[in-house]
Every structure is written in structure tokens, then in C-alpha cells.
């Protein structure tokens, strides 16, 4: 009997963690639209070129540009932080 218990349990716990894997699969695709990963690069030149309108006084439109759309803050931090150490050593 306790063997039967003991592959019921495992048979219970490998399904739950099929499932849980697909469900995880089928969320990361979903957050990212089935697109491939932003373009880091891209975004920064954006950030770039805002931060330049900016501070020369030209119009430019506030808030994140639309080549940074999927890219997390902590990434945006840090390429903010390079555009202004990259600006203040000119």
C-alpha cells in the first residue's frame, strides 16, 4: 500500500511540474509577444538623443522613447547612467 502511495505522490508531483513548466513557457511567450528580445543598443541611442534635445533646449517627447518599450528599469538605470558619465567626460 505504501508503495502504491509512494507513486501516486510521484506520479501527482512530476504532473504538477509539467504543468507548471509549460504554464511558465506559455507566460514568457505571451510577456514577450512571441518578438525576439529588445534591442539595448537601439534604446540607448534613443536615450541619447533625447537626453541631447534636452539639454540643448529643443523640443523632444518626455517619457520612455518607443525603442526602449520592453526593456526592464534596472537596464534603463544603467544606460542612463552611461549616456550622463559618457556626456560629462566631453
Not at 514577450?32 to 523640443?59: F, L, N, R
Request: proline share 4%.
Amino acid at each position: 500500500m505504501r508503495t502504491l502511495l509512494r507513486w501516486r505522490t510521484a506520479y501527482v508531483l512530476a504532473s504538477l511540474n509539467l504543468v507548471m513548466f509549460f504554464a511558465l513557457g506559455a507566460l514568457a511567450l505571451a510577456s514577450h509577444g512571441g518578438q525576439s528580445a529588445p534591442d539595448v543598443e537601439a534604446c540607448k541611442q534613443a536615450m541619447a538623443e533625447q537626453y541631447h534635445a534636452a539639454i540643448t533646449g529643443q523640443p523632444f517627447a518626455s517619457g520612455r522613447p518607443p525603442a526602449c518599450s520592453g526593456i526592464d528599469a534596472a537596464t534603463l538605470q544603467r544606460l542612463a547612467d552611461e549616456i550622463i558619465s559618457e556626456e560629462t567626460r566631453r
